[in-house]
């Protein structure tokens, strides 16, 4: 099956610092989505980007299907910016899922 | 546009109990798929329902079982309870198997 990796597993940053995760998969995918995981568990959908480049204010992504990689862009970090962010790909009808990036933001 | 729904928010069972879970789909959504988180672990891949039928089924033994209504809304069924089943369960409802997926906030389950 397919396989998805993210790096780093972990990253620690100062309040205002950029940040770039990576999403690294295996095969050819329909699918491709980027989440934030809060606390509490609630996953907040980022992007949804099978192929290209988008923007949503701080936040960017850009996947290249082609080299069978996406990135996910953070700008001027902020506290609330801190939690968990997956990617998640499409195969069939399901999504499989990366371990995921911790990101804390330190004010 | 109501977003999707999942209830109870927590819930404590016992060992070899029996536990239903539910979900109510986004409005316009006609396709729910249901994953297991366990802790510090990216979520696993239940099953999927799309128009009230088994539409795919992940690495979960029959114990699992699930239903989806007429109305989109759907059911995740978990019999003879055990402990690793202690996890987050997500829901996530699309518009058709492959689109964008949107998640509810989740239900917690301990298994003690």
């Known amino acids: 099956g397919i396989q998805v990796e993210q790096s780093p597993p972990d990253l620690i940053l100062q309040e205002g610092a950029n940040s770039t995760l990576r999403c690294n998969f295996s095969d050819s995918v329909n699918n491709l989505q980027w989440f934030h995981q809060n606390p509490w568990g609630q996953l907040i959908n980022l992007f949804y980007?099978?192929?290209?480049?988008k923007q949503n204010g701080r936040l960017s992504a850009t996947t290249v299907a082609t080299e069978r990689y996406s990135l996910l862009y953070i700008s001027s970090s902020q506290t609330t910016d801190s939690g968990v962010y997956f990617c998640?790909?499409?195969?069939?009808?399901?999504?499989?899922w990366g371990a995921g990036t911790k990101l804390i933001i330190k004010p | 546009e109501t977003g999707v729904t999942q209830s109870p928010t927590h819930l404590i069972k016992t060992r070899g109990q029996q536990v239903t879970l539910r979900c109510s789909s986004q409005?316009?959504?006609?396709?729910v798929s249901w994953y297991q988180q366990a802790l510090g672990q990216g979520p696993q891949f239940i099953f999927q329902y799309y128009r009230e039928e088994e539409n795919g089924r992940g690495n979960f033994p029959p114990r699992f079982s699930g239903l989806q209504f007429p109305n989109y809304s759907s059911e995740l069924n978990v019999n003879a309870l055990e402990l690793d089943d202690s996890a987050l369960y997500l829901c996530a409802s699309s518009l058709g198997r492959t689109t964008e997926a949107f998640f509810g906030q989740g239900t917690r389950l301990t298994v003690v």
């Open positions: 409005s316009g959504h006609n396709t």
């Open positions: 998640a790909v499409g195969s069939n009808y399901q999504l499989i």
């Open positions: 980007i099978p192929s290209g480049t």
